[in-house]
Nanobody, 124 residues
């Protein structure tokens, strides 16, 4: 049984640098395409960042490029998202997702496995 469990969300201030983590069970992060998505109230779920299973190639949404960093820890079997210079528009529920694919899609429908999400609230 595949289980993805996010942690690290909460109330943060604009400009802060929180770090989200996703613990994977039943899958190996090094053999899956892993990604972070987010969903703000009234908006569709959107791709934030992803990492491919081979080579660790990473991709980012333009809105977070140069501010967020996705990484995987093969030994701990976890995925992380380091968020720097947080903005009010980054407030959302953040989801960890995984897929058994050879490409890194940016559409939520392509991902098989999802965590329950962790909420990030940004105060100004």
């Amino acid at each position: 049984q595949v289980q993805l469990v996010e942690s690290g969300g909460g109330l943060v201030q604009a400009g802060d640098s929180p770090r989200l983590s996703c613990a994977a069970n039943g899958v190996t992060v090094s053999s899956m395409v892993m990604a972070w998505f987010r969903q703000a109230p009234g908006k569709e779920r959107e791709f934030v960042a992803g990492i491919n299973w081979f080579g660790g190639t990473t991709f980012y949404a333009d809105s977070v490029k140069e501010r967020f960093t996705i990484a995987r820890d093969i030994h701990k079997n976890t995925l992380s998202l380091q968020m720097n210079s947080l903005k009010p528009e980054d407030a959302a529920v953040y989801y960890c997702a995984a897929a058994r694919l050879s490409v890194l899609p940016q559409t939520a429908e392509r991902y098989e496995y999802w965590g329950q999400g962790t909420r990030v609230t940004v105060s100004t």
